[in-house]
């Protein structure tokens, strides 16, 4: 019994028929779904005699004992946002899922291997993603937040934490389950366009981006479309139209790597018979090495209030939310250009626009990395996400190749 | 008793005390206080002699018989829109009074004299402005949609006009109330920052500029701001930056007079992950002459256009609503110049850039002017409004020598 990835891909099928509907994945975090997918996971790997168990935080882990108590992790995370794809997260489990069997099949490995299944990498339902791997990374730190969170439907996050066995209270005592850990792999479908438009079905991620998000608030002065003659107007919507323009000089002079969005505008009052006095932007940049995204924000405030001032207007900003760069492993990034290269011809390196579950394992200081499948189209956290299951194929074959090689550095310390 | 500018100012003064309250005018039409407004002018003009009638789209009429049927006529509105201003259509009326006032005492005039309180000019309650005014020109062509047509509160349009008498079906005809009018003159305020940017209390209206409104919506690709490249978006809102900054081109290279407003732009989905799919804006292109404004109009398709395939992205325009430009009577322009100058020294002629009931009569054919009075920082339909005590005055005395001149100037055929 050895790698057999076209099961692979019909488990994720099954999984599909099992905890999906015409409108997609339904598998969110902290209900009966996705405790059914949980358990139909236990069932899969009973077979291979790994270990299951459940940590603090809820996170799921199956341990195959190895000859040394130094560990291989392999992870995904099972959890889907509604109406979601049928590849995102469970690919990477199930993937494991049949490493776990080939390994298991060998006999002992040389080292400990554990699939985990993080819980709720998605933050569908209370809105904070990576719950379970920042648990285990120790870099959750905002418990007194999520204590105060509620669902749609008014439930608080601790309550049906609780439903699930967990206590958010204690979900910081996952910490333990990293001691040991030596190295830790992930794949994942790419979620962007790159691999599809170099016509690659397998590329190996460098990091994950550093992000700095801010609301950027231009205000001028509302006045009558018809009786305000140009030279009198002071529109808040000139200031927004130029820094969205500015900020893809910025990525470019910036180079390859560099992602700054403008991703939305509200005017106000934004009536067709009034010159726009407000107009609030929501910038979003990305960068993987920290300097150059740090230098990316200077330029665009800078550039802001160039703007502020030819138009005779304030701006002001607010940070919504900023990560920085998190860069993985590069001897594990050797490894993964080998299995890449092994199984597919031609590897190629990219960053992750995305977090994942990768970064906040890495954050804690084992060394991580990842593999990206192509995406169809770039889509996903829909029901048309897909990737070729020549691909997917592929992409468990690397996955395979690049545990064993990550088992044999460190066995051989 | 000769004219009496500070008496207008008074009573200005007066009908805000009866009508408004801590947030501004609250003179809606078809409203218990506009009624209430409507019969206080009432008491106001009975000294006068002139003869009170209402028409059939609810316009208030008094006519001071002439030596001859033709008619000279003084227009404005009583009307306010919420919280609005204490002069804006209320200054017009009183001012009218005043001259009628003046006229009565010196005897039967050349010429009959009617001044008229427009129904409606602000459209407020129902969205549909210039209801009196329109109904007498004849150009009332949406009867069967304001059939349908209710307030924030579900009453509908014809309901509440019959409350104040008003039938919808026969507001028609009110057109036989311009019969025998050989001229119509209008004061307002300017509700812009024309005036008081040259330091002069009083301008001449040109004509009122024709309109081009428009929703022009570009659209793109929505995609992730982490994970997509530069080079692979195609973003909606550059699309819609790219025309907000070149209509202002489009304006400065047509000449004084023109203007271009970006008043909204709607960005879907709107959230700082993605890039943006559909950026709705709203167009507003306004000058006095139909020629230029076409001519704008194709300009800014074109460069939409251009944009358009610049970034990869599809352009949809759609018209909101168009009036053709409407321009005042040469002759009068003439002699409202010379009672400018008279009363204040300096004259100026300038284009309004919001409507009034004058465009509408003189779409009719009747011979039609308008005087401007500086309003303070351009402000209207806001409590803050405001005219200096001192122009208002003067503005008095500048519609008195026009209605003089206009009177003589229809006597003497």
Redesign the interface.
């Known amino acids: 019994m050895g790698l057999d990835p076209k099961r692979t891909v019909a488990e994720l099928r099954e999984l599909q028929q099992l905890t999906g509907d015409e409108n997609g994945a339904q598998r969110v975090a902290w209900t009966e779904t996705w405790a059914r997918a949980r358990e139909w996971l236990r069932e899969k790997v009973a077979g291979t005699g790994a270990e299951e168990s459940v940590d603090a935080a809820g996170n799921q882990w199956f341990t195959l004992r190895g000859g040394s108590d130094r560990a291989v992790l392999i992870g995904g995370h099972i959890d889907s946002v509604p109406n979601g794809g049928w590849l995102d997260g469970a690919l990477n489990v199930m993937a494991g899922v049949e490493v776990l069997r080939r390994l298991a099949d060998e006999g002992q490995p040389h080292v400990t291997v554990r699939l985990v299944n993080w819980a709720d990498e998605e933050g569908a339902r209370f809105g904070r993603s990576l719950f379970g791997s920042s648990a285990a990374a120790g870099s959750m730190a905002d418990q007194d937040e999520l204590r105060s969170r509620k669902d749609a439907n008014g439930i608080a996050l601790p309550d049906a934490l609780s439903e699930h066995g967990v206590q958010l209270d204690s979900a910081l005592d996952a910490r333990s389950e990293l001691r040991g850990a030596a190295a830790y792999v992930e794949l994942h479908i790419?979620?962007?366009?790159?691999l599809e438009?170099l016509d690659l079905p397998l590329g190996v991620v460098l990091g994950t981006?550093g992000?700095e998000?801010h609301q950027v608030a231009f205000r001028g002065q509302a006045?009558?479309?018809?009786?305000?003659?140009?030279d009198?107007r002071r529109?808040a919507?000139?200031g927004?139209?130029?820094l969205?323009?500015e900020i893809?000089g910025i990525?470019?002079r910036t180079g390859e790597g560099?992602?700054?969005?403008?991703?939305?505008?509200?005017?106000r009052?934004?009536?067709?018979?009034?010159?726009?006095e407000t107009a609030e932007c929501?910038?979003?940049q990305?960068h993987l090495e920290a300097a150059k995204l740090a230098s990316m924000l200077d330029e665009a405030k800078k550039a802001s209030q160039q703007f502020a001032q030819e138009e005779n207007l304030e701006v002001e900003w607010e940070r919504?939310w900023n990560i920085e760069p998190i860069l993985f492993d590069d001897a594990l990034i050797g490894l993964a250009d080998e299995s890449v290269k092994e199984v597919a011809g031609t590897s190629h390196r990219l960053p992750?626009?995305?977090l994942h579950d990768a970064a906040e394992v890495a954050r804690a200081g084992v060394p991580s990395v990842m593999l990206f499948v192509q995406s169809l189209r770039?889509l996903?956290h829909t029901k048309l996400e897909d990737t070729k299951e020549a691909h997917l194929e592929l992409a468990v074959q690397a996955l395979d190749r690049l545990a064993t090689k990550t088992i044999e550095r460190v066995a051989s310390g």
Chains 1, 2 share one sequence.
């Open positions: 790419e979620q962007g366009p790159v438009s981006f992000v998000r006045a009558h479309a018809g009786s305000t003659p140009m009198k529109d919507l000139a927004a139209a130029k969205e323009l893809r990525a470019q560099a992602v700054c969005t403008m991703g939305g505008v509200v005017t009052p934004g009536i067709v018979t009034s010159v726009v929501l910038l979003d990305r919504i992750s626009g995305p770039g996903s």
